[in-house]
């Protein structure tokens, strides 16, 4: 596919979708997890949340893909005298490592005791330390500015440890995001070796080739485990097909799986840009760590939560100063060159 048949967006304005889906994707889960949403009388465990909302991710990816127009960019094979897009064998890998993203991630959020900002500060913070690791294995360059904002950005993580009771942690809570963290190591060596091109096609290629099986495959795992329904996990998932869509948090649910995606597009699209890692991650793990902030707020001022602590409140001052040195010299460069 030409380099003239693919659209190039900037990773700032990718990096404020993110931003815009993830605060209110942040503040439903805990909210529907806590009961604090109309109609309902007490909080939602977070596996039987999954179906409903991986179930309008599912949706969601597909018509947005469709409507941008980009199934034309992936591999494809005859099927039944049909050219049919498939992935290749990296990609639909790299979209299993995603599955395991988005259910770890719609679950850190619903851990009873701890907070928002703390989880996203524990992901983003470990996510952040795989940038240069990565890069070094895969012999792209790091440049300075790259390297100050992943530093500052791990500053707000050691500020959020600091802060006395701030770094409250269940051991279940700790397994999810360890797992987290090993799917994106995994996810991110496919992304820097097959992908994170300079032509665009490349890139939107590998976006929909990932998304085409992530989505999916995490359907159907939780289908299979629900229609297990053995052990108290497995009932939830259960529970969650066959109860929530009676109730009035399904609404909210399919809301919150819609933001979901929504994050997941302008997330992956960010890591895609063809810049070395300990660029583009911090850019997308600012915008999260800021929405969960804003989340934080909203919570505050809808349901009388406490609102974010000072500490966390400085961890995400440095995450903007992280912002503004991220930004500034590409700018300039950018302006040399016009």
Known sequence: MPRSAAPKISIWW???????????????????????????????????????QVGASLVSMFIFITLMGWWRFTHRRRFAGAAVPVPTRWTALSGICTSAVIITTNLAYTFTGVSIVFAMLLMRGGVLIL???????????????????????????IVA??????????????????????AYFVRFQFMSRIAKSTDPALNIRYFVEE??????????????????????LLNQIHTGFTAIPGTSVFWFAILAGIFSQGTGIFGTLIYLDCRENTYCIPVNRSSSILAGV???YALTLLFHQPPPSAHKLLGAGLIVVAIVILSIPPLMAKRRVT
Request: hydrophobic share 55%.
């Open 14 to 52: 990718m990096a404020f979708g993110y931003f815009a889906c993830y605060w209110p994707y942040s503040a439903l889960v805990k909210a529907m997890s806590r009961g604090w949403l109309p109609g309902m009388s007490e909080g939602v465990p977070g596996l039987a949340l999954q179906p409903v």
């Open 131 to 157: 940038g240069p690791i990565v890069d070094t294995i895969t012999g792209r360059r790091v440049r300075w500015f790259s390297g100050v904002g992943m530093l500052l950005s791990l500053a707000a993580l």
């Open 161 to 182: 440890f600091a802060e006395q009771g701030g770094y409250v942690i269940t051991l279940l809570c700790a397994i999810d995001i360890a797992c987290y963290l090993l």
């Open 211 to 232: 998304q085409m099986v992530a989505t999916p495959f995490l359907m159907l795992i939780l289908v299979l485990l629900g229609l297990i329904n053995q052990g108290p």
């Open 294 to 296: 804003l989340a934080s």
